[in-house]
C-alpha cells in the first residue's frame, strides 16, 4: 500500500500547528521536510530545530538538499528524525554518509535529481531503506511533474527488487496524477501544495490518501494509465 508523506515547507509556517492539526485529522502520520542550504539548491529552508519541534505523532521524513551532508546529519538524528535522505549529487563521498547515520535508528535515503541516471545508487544498495526518485529539479516552485520519471521509477524497481530498500517520488505531484503515480509500483509519494493550497488541507490530504491507497493496491502495470496533463 502507497503512503503518503506531506511537505511541511508548503504549509502556512506561522499557522503551522494547526495546518498540522488539519492533516492529522486527515489520517496523515508522516511529514515531509525539505532542507535546502542554497547551494546545492536555490533557496534556504528550514533546519534541525523545526524538525525537532514537530509533533511526536507523526513520521518525521528529512530530506536534504545540502552540499556535503556527512557533518550535519547527526543533527537531524538528534531531532528525531525517522528517514534520512541524501543526494547522491551533493558529495563526492554520498557513501560515507550511509555510515554515519548506520545503527542510529535512522531509515538512510539517497535522493537522485531528474537528470541523474539511477544506476548511479546501484553500489549503496546494501546500505539504505530508502530510494527517493525526484521527479522535478529540486529548488524551483511550481514544476510540473516529469513524465520521463515514470521510465526511471521502473528502473528503480528493478534495481531494488527483492531488497529491503522502499521506492519513493517526490515532486509535482497533484491531485490530478497521484492515483497513476502510486500506481507505478511505488511506496512513498511525497505531496505539499496539493494538501497546503491555503484553502482545504484537511480535504486535500483525504483525497490524497485514498487515491494513494487505492491505486497503490492497483498493479504496477496501471502506471501507464491515467491522466497525462503533465505532458
Known amino acids: 500500500m502507497t503512503e503518503i508523506s506531506v511537505g511541511v515547507l508548503t504549509a502556512d509556517l506561522l499557522r503551522l ?24 539548491c536555490p533557496g534556504l529552508t528550514m533546519g534541525a530545530p523545526l524538525v525537532k519541534a514537530l509533533p511526536s505523532r507523526f513520521r518525521k521524513d528529512v530530506h536534504l538538499m545540502v552540499v556535503d551532508p556527512v557533518d550535519k546529519v547527526a543533527a ?19 557513501h560515507r554518509v550511509l555510515q554515519e547515520l548506520d545503527g542510529t535508528g535512522v531509515r538512510r535515503g539517497v535522493a537522485v535529481n531528474p537528470g541523474t541516471p539511477i544506476a548511479a545508487v546501484e553500489p549503496l544498495l ?26 526511471k521509477l521502473e528502473a528503480a524497481r528493478r534495481l531494488i527488487d527483492e531488497r529491503p530498500v522502499a521506492l519513493a517520488v517526490d515532486g509535482g505531484i497533484t491531485r ?31 483525497f490524497m490518501l485514498e487515491a494513494a491507497r487505492t491505486a497503490g493496491n492497483q498493479p504496477a502495470a496501471l502506471a501507464g494509465t491515467g491522466p497525462k496533463e503533465e505532458r
Open 76 to 94: 537531524y538524528v538528534d531531532a528525531g528524525a525517522d528517514t534520512i535522505s541524501v543526494h547522491v549529487e551533493s558529495t563526492r563521498h554520498v
Open 17 to 40: 500547528g494547526e495546518e498540522l492539526d488539519a492533516i492529522a485529522r486527515a489520517g496523515v502520520t508522516q511529514v515531509h521536510v525539505d532542507v535546502s542550504d542554497g547551494v546545492f
Open 176 to 206: 490530478e496524477n497521484v492515483a497513476r503515480v502510486a500506481a507505478s509500483g511505488v511506496d512513498r509519494v511525497v505531496t505539499g501544495s496539493a494538501v497546503f493550497d491555503g484553502v482545504a488541507p484537511e480535504e486535500n490530504a483525504r
Open 126 to 151: 546494501d546500505d539504505l531503506e530508502l530510494l527517493l526518485v525526484l521527479a522535478v529539479n529540486p529548488g524551483w516552485g511550481g514544476q510540473r511533474f516529469v513524465p520521463a520519471t515514470f521510465v
